[in-house]
Nanobody
Framework: QVQLVESGGGLVQAGGSLRLSCAAS????????MGWFRQTPGKEREFVAA????????YYADSVKGRFTISRDGAKNTVYLQMNSLKPEDTAVYYC??????????????????WGQGTQVTVSS
């Protein structure tokens, strides 16, 4: 059974930093693309960042480029999202996701196969 468990969310002031972690279990994820989405009430889930398993290519939403960095530790089946220079508009529930298919399931269709339960990130002004 595939499980994705996020951690690291919390409350931070604008300009601060947080690091989210997502621990994956249930299979080997080395060939999977893993990534992050976020959602606020009343809005659609938004793609944030993704990293491909095979070659490590990274992809970012324009809104977070230059501020967020996604990385992964294959040995630990864990993906990270380092968030710097946080803004109040970054406030959302952040979800980890994983999929073996093409990157478009993250960047375009936003429908990866596997999801975590989400972790709240709140940025105060």
């Amino acid at each position: 059974q595939v499980q994705l468990v996020e951690s690291g969310g919390g409350l931070v002031q604008a300009g601060g930093s947080l690091r989210l972690s997502c621990a994956a279990s249930g299979r080997t994820f080395s060939s999977y693309t893993m990534g992050w989405f976020r959602q606020t009430p009343g809005k659609e889930r938004e793609f944030v960042a993704a990293i491909r398993g095979s070659v490590g290519n990274t992809y970012y939403a324009d809104s977070v480029k230059g501020r967020f960095t996604i990385s992964r530790d294959g040995a630990k089946n864990t993906v990270y999202l380092q968030m710097n220079s946080l803004k109040p508009e970054d406030t959302a529930v952040y979800y980890c996701a994983a999929d073996q298919r093409a990157i478009v399931v993250f960047t375009t269709t936003r429908r990866p196969d596997y999801w975590g339960q989400g972790t709240q990130v709140t940025v105060s002004s």
